[in-house]
């Protein structure tokens, strides 16, 4: 892995679309990646990745579980 | 080889499994189950992939899906009949009392009337469930008649069709705890308890997560379980009843383990991972003792 130059670059990072804090990622982020506003604590999937786009994450359905 | 996962979002869960098939050095793609046409008479690319494995979250999506790969003959982790038994209580309870394993009691209703009959046969405190639903959600405890009366009612008033289907169980005077075994391949590979201060014990109800040692009682009940559905993989939870000892009170097809591999110490997603490498060296599980 490039680590160094990973730390040379830009922070990786989108705006929330709630709250619009800066919502930062450890690594380049996944499209359908589910993550957490440490802002407004809302959740947020990444729907582009470049450049990343961060949207709510639907609410959950009757259907889904373990 | 070539694998693919499917998917509704990529939690922690699934962030772990891609992480688990990176170190093994097998490719996988990831799909979408949302971006997903499906041609029932065209198998297209999908017989290219050795295993399927199902993270949907969605149990429509499990199902629709895995019924369509399936009959393309691609193997699907879980087989969606594992997953059809697993994620009804109902059918998780036939399948249990038919293979004689220990479990709550458990009384079906279909309307208001009969589902109070029910209530009243199992005796309080009694606890209605969803036959479809997990992570607690609508897990009800009747500690008396005035208040099964108004849970079914707002049942039949408020609740889509499959809440007209009344599963009533028996309640467990369990301690303040239940126990998960993770099952791959008809192996126990790691417990947990599952300790809470409200009587719902899910850890996405807030409950805390500690390893559990496996003794024999849970292993074999783990394992017998598995094999009763024929699941590749499945989170098998035990209550610890006082009179009865430990019984089996739901499986879980779709395993969450976020909270477990540190506990534990486990490599969950790693064991699964090779698991779903390994799949086609090894029969396609079927149901223990029955044909379907
Ligand atoms: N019959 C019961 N007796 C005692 N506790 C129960 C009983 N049924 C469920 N519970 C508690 O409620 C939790 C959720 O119930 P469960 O049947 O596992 O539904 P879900 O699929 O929503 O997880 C269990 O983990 C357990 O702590
Ligand atoms: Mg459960
Ligand atoms: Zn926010």
């Known amino acids: 892995m490039t680590s160094s130059t990973q730390s040379n670059q830009e922070t990786i990072q989108a705006p929330c679309p709630e709250c619009e804090a800066p919502v930062a990622f450890s690594r380049s982020p996944l499209y359908g990646e589910i993550t957490e506003c440490a802002a407004c604590e809302c959740e947020l999937e990444v729907t582009n990745r470049s450049p990343i786009r961060l949207e709510l994450a639907p609410e959950v359905e009757e259907d889904w579980g373990e | ?292």
């Open chain 2, 1 to 292: 080889m070539r694998i693919a996962m499917l998917y509704t979002r990529l939690r922690v869960e699934e962030r772990l499994l891609i992480d688990a098939f990176d170190e093994t050095g097998v490719d996988i793609d990831l799909i979408d189950t949302r971006s997903l046409v499906l041609d029932p008479a065209d198998p297209g690319r999908w017989n290219e992939y050795d295993a399927v494995l199902d993270r949907s979250l969605s149990l429509t999506a499990s199902l629709t899906i895995g019924r369509v790969l399936e009959s393309f003959g691609v193997r699907v982790i879980n087989p969606t009949s594992a997953t059809a038994i697993c994620s009804d209580k109902l059918r998780t309870t036939l399948a249990l009392e038919r293979a004689g394993i220990a479990t709550p009691g458990v009384r079906v209703a279909l309307d208001q009337e009969s589902a109070l009959d029910a209530v009243e046969a199992i005796g309080y405190p009694a606890v209605l469930k969803p036959t479809i639903g997990s992570w607690g959600r609508l897990v009800a405890r009747l500690n008396d008649r005035d208040g099964a009366e108004a849970v079914i009612e707002h049942r039949a008033v408020l609740g889509s069709a499959q809440q007209g289907v009344y599963y009533v169980q028996e309640h467990i005077e369990k301690p303040d705890r239940d126990i998960r075994v993770f099952v791959v391949n008809h192996e126990p590979v790691a417990a947990i308890v599952r300790t809470s201060e409200h009587w719902v014990t899910n850890t996405a109800r807030g409950a805390t997560a500690a390893n559990f040692e496996l003794n024999s009682e849970a292993a074999d009940l783990a394992i017998r379980s598995s094999r009763a559905v024929g699941a590749d993989l499945v989170a098998v939870d035990l209550l610890e009843c006082p009179e009865r000892g430990l019984l089996v009170n739901e499986l879980n097809h779709s395993m969450e383990f976020r909270n477990s591999v540190e506990t534990t110490g486990v490599d969950i997603p790693g064991i699964v991972a090779r698991r779903v490498i390994a799949i086609n060296d090894s029969p396609t599980p079927s149901c223990a003792g029955r044909s379907r």
